[in-house]
T-cell receptor
Framework: DQQVKQNSPSLSVQEGRISILNCDYT??????FLWYKKYPAEGPTFLIS?????DKNEDGRFTVFLNKSAKHLSLHIVPSQPGDSAVYFC????????????FGPGTRLSVLP | EAQVTQNPRYLITVTGKKLTVTCSQN?????MSWYRQDPGLGLRQIYY???????DKGDVPEGYKVSRKEKRNFPLILESPSPNQTSLYFC?????????????FGPGTRLTVL
């Protein structure tokens, strides 16, 4: 059973609007979360992270929100740009698991001009 | 330039023919890992290594071997490939020290086993 779920395989958003990508997890021991972005024919690249002691982390156009009680996190991209079109992976890990992250299945974001 | 390299990028082979996918990083990272990406399943960890001569199984290790004789290299070995190992493979590396560290990924190797 997947411990990290991204229930929307794809999402389309108009340029300039907000993109919201969602991620749910089942393991209550997860305490660190990351988002990766992946373009075709490239490896994933790190985007933004959040620790469980926070409920929000912001980096430019990207903001990640964490709701621990709901075991839910979301990535907001404002404003969305065509270059944001990619597959986005949510990943999580437990504090004592070294660098071993569990990844979700990914959401393909298409930002339409 | 800091990077993780993988070779080959594309490989088509036949069932049972041993193959090795190489991975190398130039960032002096202690931690290295192999993942496979399949549709609807995301990235699943095959094996990882926390330092030279220290390797351990991930979530889907069956049919794979690894070795870590040098810090920079972490080859993935398929002794007898089967069609269910057709997938997109990624190598990744990160620091171990300093708490949580994001992983740097290679460009991927697309493997087809006929």
């Amino acid at each position: 059973d997947q411990q990290v779920k991204q229930n929307s395989p794809s999402l389309s958003v108009q340029e300039g609007r907000i993109s919201i990508l969602n991620c749910d997890y089942t393991n209550s021991m997860f305490d660190y979360f990351l988002w990766y972005k992946k373009y075709p024919a490239e490896g994933p690249t790190f985007l933004i992270s959040i620790s469980s002691i926070k409920d929000k982390n912001e980096d430019g156009r990207f903001t990640v929100f964490l709701n621990k009680s709901a075991k839910h996190l979301s990535l907001h991209i404002v404003p969305s740009q065509p270059g944001d079109s990619a597959v986005y992976f949510c990943a999580a890990k437990e504090d004592n698991y070294g660098q071993n992250f569990v990844f979700g299945p990914g959401t393909r974001l298409s930002v339409l001009p | 330039e800091a990077q993780v390299t993988q070779n080959p990028r594309y490989l088509i082979t036949v069932t049972g023919k041993k193959l090795t996918v190489t991975c190398s990083q130039n960032m002096n990272h202690e931690y290295m890992s192999w993942y496979r990406q399949d549709p609807g399943l995301g990235l699943r960890q095959i094996y990882y290594s926390m330092n030279v001569e220290v390797t351990d199984k991930g979530d889907v290790p069956e049919g794979y071997k690894v070795s870590r004789k040098e810090k920079r290299n972490f080859p993935l070995i398929l002794e007898s490939p089967s069609p269910n190992q057709t997938s997109l493979y990624f190598c990744a590396s990160s620091r171990m020290a300093g708490g949580h560290n994001e992983q740097f990924f290679g460009p991927g190797t697309r493997l087809t086993v006929l």
